[in-house]
């Protein structure tokens, strides 16, 4: 990940918490899923935001993000 990207992310997030005044998860997770997309497209990888999970034991989790293969026809779940 570049350096550029990073103070990139720095700065929107200094920026966010000077106009909401608030350093809550729902301030700070645009602009690090927007490092994060930028990031995995550098990867060819796709963001996918709140996929639902089954977990081993049948509980349902949604991670804030997944990452797949960008190529859509090899990813199972887009078919």
Known sequence: M???LIQQ???KVEQMIRYSG?????TLRKPFQD?????AHS???????????ITKTGRKVYPDGTLNIS???SSPRCR
């Open 22 to 26: 608030t350093r809550n998860e729902s």
């Open 2 to 4: 570049s350096i550029q």
């Open 9 to 11: 992310y720095y700065s």
């Open 35 to 39: 490092l994060l997309e930028q990031y």
């Open 71 to 73: 190529d859509r026809q």
């Open 43 to 53: 990867k060819n990888l796709v963001l996918v935001p709140e996929v639902e999970y």
